[in-house]
């Protein structure tokens, strides 16, 4: 005889971290830090043709008191990257940070002597959306993407932030040498074709 | 507050986390001690993006407001000294990016006229559609952004749900919703389709019956013409002196508008008003833009019945635009300036000399100032943004008005945070 | 296009000009010295509309005698003329007189040529930087600065989890 016929329709068990994890992924409120033209896409994703309200991010709160997701939508200047690492610290744990676009994931167009090349340089980030903008369906992916995260990851005091794998600086990818004249080394290669 | 601010400064050590001495100066040498600072923004859901001002208030009333722009600065001007004219408009996609057809048909039709080409009538006629298209989403953006910061979400959706049905069209016609990048040197990157033609007449057919909708919500409400008549108020002299354009100046009476008094592409061909007000408050310039809409509606009528037949580029002769692939393939003239384009260290002739060419964005007038040294690569590239010298406007405009005009006047000015910064 | 009219009253009250056309624009430049005449001129005969004030770096152009090119681009309401103005200047006297008494919208025009240039405008309002953070201590438009910047991009501390 198993447990399950002494227990009545009503009720359910699980694990207090799965409980929790099914809690806060399914109400996962955005913080918009709608810079530039990913922005607009964070928007229109808000707006009613894809509707992200349906996946539980309901109210877009301005207040970083009262989020818990923090989505990085468009370039971020080196003027604005204080301002965003205040709005970080300004939001209560358990919170998670999805990088919209190429320019705030890796510095996009941009390679210029102002915009940060890539905001998980400075912050920790859980999501990464590539697109110049993203579409819609990609945002909503990556919140559902995160939505499984969550509820794969998550524990009810927030232990996995605290894992070796979260400490770790990241290492950029290869450091580009700064190059004075990119048309000189257009100029460069142009002999070694001739 | 002020001395908060400086001790937070003296934790961060080095990096001055939220703007300038200045500001900071002006709020702490004041002797009277009810006025007090009130930092808005860069991050706020009414600061169009990423705006900052500092502003001093007694009580409600708005003694001053210090603008601190730059939170979006990224270099767009040095970068085109680095990408060529091809690679560049997709930067300029992301100047105005409400309207971003409106900022490749300015910087191509800046750098057909340094080189001295003339485009085919088709890709003229094109270009005037596309152009009208992100005239009509711009301003809906703007009047919606207007509407949803004093309050009417409504309004605001209706708008957003037409922009959709925009960018479907502008999906089919160039493959990306915005940041489409549609022009190129000599003419545009596809042709149109029948099922952008039908689309766009679908639109014009329907569009409409949704300004009506609109205009039934916000024109007589009560609460919405308390919160924007006599705000903001720009005076005709004052218009000119601060070197506003576009539908701020017509606003405030300047009947100054590109498309009529300098016509380009092929304004010229068609019936169309340009509506002007002289109040010059935030209910002037919201008319303004919804009757601009009503016109443009009229121009893409008008361009789509008589769209000429034809290329949409330039022929080889010109050796600017990559001609098409049965000519590449056919003819030895096709496959040199096929090859005289695309190879390393080619490209096309430039002159060595500057000129400024503009065009009635919806902002304003959006020009570029080009300096060409004979390569493909731009010398200089200067960008004039409109929402750059309309939003020096701001402190002038704010001055008397309470807290809650801010966000009126602002959403008013149409401040693009990227065509700001660049 | 300027018309002849506005060219002669120029070099009559200002001399000393060089003018120019190009693709149906009519380029004069004036020496640093009678810059503000020529400005306050021109808006007397009408140009009332200043649509830009922009600069030129030629450091690296072909056949450059002067470093930077002062551009101001002006625009009669009226009759719908357009005429560029400019000033060729060279360091290390980087200073010309402001127009902001003429026109109210030069002021941030100013302000910029000053962040991305290093031109002083003598008699300006409010002469600080306004695109770049105060702290920054190049002029990031002059050639000689490099696109990818001196490493200011990146000079902040990373936030780790649990921090804060």
Redesign the interface.
């Known amino acids: 005889m198993s447990n399950q016929t002494f227990l009545p329709e009503n009720v359910a068990i699980s694990k207090l971290d799965e409980l929790a994890n099914w809690c806060r992924k399914n109400s996962l409120w955005p913080m918009p ?5 990913c ?3 964070l ?2 994703t808000g ?3 894809h509707d992200i309200a349906r996946f539980g991010a309901e109210v877009f709160r ?1 207040s970083p008191r009262q989020c818990d997701l923090m989505i990085v939508a ?2 971020v ?7 965003l ?5 300004q939001m209560h ?1 358990p919170k998670w940070c999805i990088s919209m676009g190429a320019c705030a994931s890796t510095g996009g ?9 890539g905001v998980d ?4 980030v859980d999501m990464y959306i590539p697109g ?2 993203p ?1 819609p369906e990609q945002l909503i992916q990556s919140v559902i993407d995160l939505q499984e995260k969550i509820q794969r990851e998550g524990t009810l005091e ?1 232990r996995e ?2 894992t070796e794998q ?2 770790e ?1 990241k290492r950029s990818l290869v450091e ?1 040498p ?6 000189k080394l ?2 460069r ?2 002999k070694s ?1 001739a | 507050m002020a001395t908060d601010l400086q001790s937070v400064r003296q934790r961060e050590r080095g990096y001055l986390p939220l703007g300038s001495q200045h500001a900071l100066d002006l709020a702490r040498d004041d002797e009277r001690d009810y006025i007090w600072t009130l930092n808005f923004g860069p991050q706020h859901p009414a600061t169009h993006t990423t705006l900052r001002i500092v502003l001093k208030l007694d009580g409600e009333r708005v003694i001053d407001a210090l603008p601190d722009i730059g939170y979006l600065h990224s270099g767009f001007e040095k970068l085109g000294e680095h990408l060529d004219y091809n690679q560049y408009v997709t930067i300029t996609d992301r100047m105005n990016y409400i309207s971003p057809l409106a900022n490749n048909v300015a910087w191509h039709n800046a750098v057909e006229k340094l080189m001295g080409i003339e485009i085919t009538p088709r890709c003229k006629y094109l270009r005037v559609i596309v152009c009208e298209l992100a005239r009509i989403s711009d301003h809906l953006l703007c009047v919606g952004a207007m509407g949803l910061d004093v309050g009417a979400f409504t309004f605001f959706l209706y708008a957003f749900y037409q922009r959709e049905v925009l960018y479907d069209i502008f999906e089919t016609l160039c493959g990306a919703r915005f940041t489409n990048s549609y022009t190129r040197t000599g003419g545009l990157f596809y042709d149109a389709t029948p099922l952008v033609i039908e689309k766009i007449r679908t639109f014009i057919k329907r569009f409409p019956a949704t300004l009506d909708d609109m205009e039934r919500l916000l024109y007589r409400n009560r609460i919405f013409q308390d919160r924007t008549k006599d705000v903001g108020v720009l005076a005709k002299e004052e218009a000119t002196a601060w070197s506003a354009t576009g539908p701020i100046a017509r606003a405030s009476g300047v009947t100054r508008d590109l498309r009529k008094d300098e016509p380009y592409l092929s304004y010229a061909d068609f019936d169309f008003q340009v509506p002007c007000m002289t109040s010059g408050d935030c209910f002037a310039r919201f008319l303004v833009r919804m009757v601009e809409m009503r016109e443009s509606l009229k121009i893409v009528e008008q361009a789509i019945e008589n769209l000429p037949m034809g290329p949409i580029s330039v022929g080889i002769d010109e050796r600017t635009a990559l001609p098409p692939k049965e000519q590449v393939w056919q003819s030895i003239e096709g496959l040199i300036s096929h090859f005289e384009l695309v190879m390393t260290n080619r490209g096309f002739e430039v002159p060595n000399d500057e000129c400024y060419d503009a065009i009635e964005s919806p902002n304003g007038e959006l020009g570029f100032y080009l300096v060409g040294d004979g390569s493909d690569v731009a010398y200089r590239a200067r960008c004039r943004p409109p929402s750059f010298i309309h939003f020096a406007l701001f402190p002038k405009l704010i001055r008397g008005h309470t807290l809650s005009d801010v966000v009126a006047v602002l959403g008013s000015l149409n401040i693009i945070a990227a065509e700001l910064d660049r | 296009m300027a018309e002849a009219a506005t060219l002669e009253s120029l070099q009559d009250h200002v001399g000393d000009l060089v003018v120019s056309e190009f693709r149906g624009a009519t380029r004069v430049v004036v020496p640093r010295e009678l810059l503000f005449d020529a400005l306050e001129l021109l808006q007397r005969r009408g140009f009332d509309l200043l649509v830009d004030i922009t600069c030129v770096d030629y450091l690296t152009y072909r056949d450059a005698t002067d470093r930077f090119g002062l551009v101001y681009l002006l625009a009669n309401t009226g009759t719908n003329e357009r005429i560029t103005l400019r000033v060729f200047l060279n360091e290390p006297d980087l200073i010309v007189p402001s127009a902001v008494p003429l026109w109210e919208g030069a002021n941030w025009l100013e302000r910029e040529v000053w962040d991305m240039f290093g031109i002083t405008f003598h008699g300006h309002p409010d002469h600080r930087r306004i695109l770049l953070p105060d702290e920054f201590t190049a002029h990031p438009l002059r050639k000689d600065y490099p696109l990818q910047g001196r490493g200011e991009r990146h000079n902040f501390p990373r936030l780790e989890r649990g921090e804060a």
């Open positions: 830090f709608a810079t530039a033209c922005g607009i896409e928007m229109a707006a009613s043709k301005f468009g370039r200047v080196m003027k604005m990257l204080p301002v690492q205040r709005i970080w610290q744990e167009v941009f390679d210029t002597y102002c915009v940060v090349q340089r400075f912050l920790p110049c903008p579409r927030g932030f605290r979260r400490q600086p580009l700064i190059v004075e004249d990119p048309r257009r100029e290669f142009a074709l």
